[in-house]
C-alpha cells in the first residue's frame, strides 16, 4: 500500500552549561534514523542567560517517538 512515510518527532535534550536545566530541542522529520539529526546545528538558549549553537551529538539524550500529522 503506497501512502505518505510515517513522520518523526526527534526530541534532542541538552543541559545548560551555565545553570545545568534541561533544554529540549523538538525536531520534525520523516526519517527514523539519527544520523541527519545528530548531525544538525541547534541554536540553544537558556533562562538564565546562556545561548550556545551546538551540535545534535552533544544532545545528553536524544529520543524519537512516530508523530502522525
Known sequence: MAGKPPT???LLLFKCAACKDPLVIPVMSDE??????DGGNYDLSCDCGWVENLVGLE?????VAPWGK
Do not use: T
Not at 32 to 37: K, P, Q, S, V, W
Open 32 to 37: 527514523y534514523n539519527l544520523e541527519g539529526i
Open 59 to 63: 544532545a545528553v539524550r536524544h529520543y
Open 8 to 10: 518523526y518527532v526527534h
